[in-house]
C-alpha cells in the first residue's frame, strides 16, 4: 500500500504563491489519475486539480488560471503550484492517488492565506 505525504503548507499573504509536494512512498505503475483536494473548516472536501496518467489535467474554475498540477515520475512527487492566492483558498489540501487497488490519501497539508 503506498504512503502518500505532503508538505508545503504555509502561512501566506493574500497575492502570494506556495508549492505543494505530494511524495508517494513507492513507484506504482499502476496509477490511474492523481490530484489535489482540499476541506475548509465547516465545508466538505472539494476536487482542485486532477492528473491523468497520459497527463491530462483538469482544474475546479475557482482555481483556474492561478493553479498548476504537475507530477514527477522518477521523484514519485506530484506537485500543486499556486500563485495569486485569495482567503477563500485557505484549507487543509490533501492528495489522492486513485490506483486499480483503491484510492490512497495523504494525511493533508494546512494552507492559510491572510494578512
Known amino acids: 500500500q503506498v504512503q502518500l505525504v505532503e508538505s508545503g503548507g504555509d502561512l501566506v499573504q493574500p497575492g502570494g504563491s506556495l508549492r505543494l509536494s505530494c511524495r508517494a512512498s513507492?513507484?506504482?505503475?499502476?496509477?490511474?489519475?492523481m490530484g489535489w483536494y482540499r476541506q475548509a473548516p465547516g465545508k466538505q472536501r472539494e476536487a482542485v486539480a486532477v492528473?491523468?496518467?497520459?497527463?491530462?489535467?483538469n482544474y475546479a474554475d475557482s482555481v483556474k488560471g492561478r493553479f498548476t498540477i504537475s507530477r514527477d515520475n522518477a521523484a514519485n512527487t506530484m506537485y500543486l503550484q499556486m500563485n495569486s492566492l485569495k482567503p477563500e483558498d485557505t484549507a487543509v489540501y490533501y492528495c489522492?492517488?486513485?490506483?486499480?487497488?483503491?484510492?490512497?490519501w495523504g494525511q493533508g497539508t494546512q494552507v492559510t492565506v491572510s494578512s
Open positions: 492528473i491523468t496518467n497520459d497527463a491530462r489535467t
Open positions: 489522492n492517488q486513485v490506483q486499480r487497488s483503491g484510492s490512497y
Open positions: 513507492r513507484t506504482t505503475v499502476n496509477i490511474l489519475i
